[in-house]
């Protein structure tokens, strides 16, 4: 009897804390998943995102209850915004084409923008980012400052300085930036304090490289490449501004070696095997 009542015992412990067991192991697996970019993610495809604990979608193809959904699931949502080029499948494309500048390199359904221009700036101050904010959304991910690399000029920088401070102001979210280190370095020569504008910088692939002239195959940076802009984001770092990275690789064994240099670094990095970002 004694016999049967322990192994009775047993198997219900055993049903019990096995599946205690693999909730903590799911929870350890987001842990390791703590932020992701999806802006070329369907919004039906939601539940991919659930695995993470921070996130960056084009919340402009998401409805208010899937932002709620995400929320729900603790979930922190950043929404894309591109306020430095126009994309051709934008519904506001017709709109402002005539403010479209040059094409966008490797990218055909894209041109950059005057972003000096008075229309859109209030454009994309006062209606972007008012559809955006409606969604709950917990901040935005600014896309295309570097558009001040390829018109380095005062009313470019201004444009966007115009936007960044329109944003913050109205709407009091976080801002993340993407890219634009020539714009920051000019933000800085000019005595204007980064954090001001944003709470956090991406940088995609520092460790790796999209060799777009050979159907977008994935490569590693040379070490030299790599150590430039990671000496600089070290600085960005310690005057306390979030870094984010975004590397692209289909390697198991090298994206362990990046997820290694960036947790020492003490960056947060996404990996994707693919240059959609879905």
Same mark, same amino acid.
């Given at each position: ?22 909730? %903590? ?14 802006? #070329? ?69 894209? %041109? ?65 930036? !993407? ?11 000019? #005595? ?38 990671? !000496? ?35 960056? %947060? ?10």
């Amino acid at each position: 009897m004694k016999k049967k009542i322990i192994i009775a015992l047993i198997l219900f412990l055993t049903i019990i804390l096995i599946p205690l067991t693999n909730l %903590k192991r799911s929870e350890e697996n987001r842990n390791t998943m703590s932020y992701g970019v999806f802006t #070329g993610l369907p919004s039906k495809d939601i539940n991919k995102l659930l695995s993470y604990k921070e996130v960056v979608i084009d919340a402009s193809f998401y409805s208010k209850s899937q932002i709620d959904f995400l929320h729900k699931h603790g979930i922190k949502v950043y929404s894309y915004l591109n306020i430095g080029s126009l994309e051709t499948f934008r519904s506001y494309y017709s709109n402002f084409k005539n403010l479209t500048l040059d094409n966008y390199e490797h990218w055909s359904d894209e %041109k950059w923008l005057d972003v000096s221009n008075p229309l859109w700036i209030d454009y994309a101050v006062n209606t972007l980012g008012s559809e955006l904010k409606h969604k709950d959304i917990d901040g935005f991910f600014l896309d295309n400052l570097d558009v001040y690399s390829k018109y380095r000029n005062d009313n470019t920088f201004n444009g966007l300085i115009s936007i960044i401070k329109g944003l913050k102001a109205k709407y009091s979210l976080p801002v993340i930036a !993407n890219g634009g280190f020539d714009f920051f370095k000019a933000v800085e020569n000019k #005595g204007i304090s980064i954090k001001s504008l944003v709470c956090g910088i991406t940088v995609e692939s520092v460790y790796t490289s999209i060799d777009f002239n050979n159907n977008n195959k994935f490569t590693i940076n040379p070490i030299s490449n790599r150590d430039t802009y990671i !000496n600089y984001l070290k600085s960005l770092k310690a005057k306390g501004i979030d870094i984010y990275i975004v590397e692209y690789s289909k390697d198991n064994s090298l994206n362990k070696a990046i997820e290694s240099y960036y947790s020492n670094l003490g960056f %947060k990095v996404y990996i994707s095997s693919s240059i959609n970002l879905n």
